[in-house]
């Protein structure tokens, strides 16, 4: 079975999309609430990377009356035949001129950048495009997520990293099947000091991190009990 290259991948399963949405409802619409509570008073404009069909930033731009959106997708088919989207990879994003008040990063799109230097060039590249009072909202796939992946595995996992850590062993196959075939590709799932790590490297100050039940959405207290969220503002640096 050959492992595809992430946007192709999405390509195959852009049909199955909406209902793997929809296994999600409550993880994806919590982490929407929470986007839409934490976007400065007074933005007005929004970049999404990894938009799909872009319903999910327009509804978030609705919300808080932005009314400047760009949209990326790389995977043609996920955009649903939209004429807004521009089909581009987060690595492109040093493409871009424009700077904005709000950058999304959802569902573990930056799980999906490979190699590890690129996931951190599209984070630069977010400090860039971001206003200076801007923010960033990236949510991530938790390897330590023992409430979804199990104490067992999530456990061993963690004494693993303890001995031999390696940016690589977060690395993971990711399936789905679909009209009696199976689609597999490749994704990446983070602990907090590689996301914090990749920060410092990148320009990016973690304003706050929310730890969500993947099932139900549940905000939750410790980092194994959940996937995690993002908010982050350029880091403030010293005038020359």
Not at 31 to 47: F, N
Not at 91 to 104: G, K, N, T
Request: hydrophobic letters at 45%; one cysteine or more.
């Amino acid at each position: 079975m050959p492992v595809l290259d992430p946007v192709a991948a999405y390509d195959q399963i852009a049909p199955l999309f909406a209902e793997l949405a929809r296994e999600r409802k409550a993880f994806l619409e919590c982490v929407e609430r929470l986007v839409i509570s934490a976007i400065p008073v007074g933005s007005g404009s929004l970049l999404d990377v990894g938009t799909g069909d872009g319903s999910r930033a327009r509804r978030i731009a609705r919300s808080r009356n932005i009314s400047e959106l760009m949209l990326l997708e790389p995977a043609v088919a996920m955009q649903c035949g939209r004429t807004d989207i521009c089909t581009m990879r987060a690595e492109d994003l040093h493409a871009i001129d424009s700077r904005f008040d709000v950058i999304l990063c959802l569902w573990n799109v930056l799980g999906h950048v490979f190699p590890a230097a690129a996931r951190i060039e599209a984070l630069r590249q977010f400090a860039r495009l971001l206003h200076p009072h801007g923010k960033a909202f990236v949510d991530v796939a938790h390897r330590y997520n023992a409430r979804h992946y199990g104490v067992g595995p999530t456990a061993a996992r963690f004494i693993h990293d303890l001995v031999a850590w390696r940016e690589e062993t977060g690395d993971v196959a990711v399936g789905w099947d679909f009209g009696g075939n199976r689609t597999t590709t490749t994704g990446h799932v983070f602990t907090h000091r590689e996301i914090a790590s990749m920060c410092l490297s990148a320009g990016l100050n973690i304003e706050r991190k929310f730890v969500l039940d993947y099932a139900t959405g549940q905000e939750r207290r410790w980092d194994f009990e959940g996937h995690l969220l993002y908010v982050l503002t350029p880091a403030i640096t010293s005038a020359t």
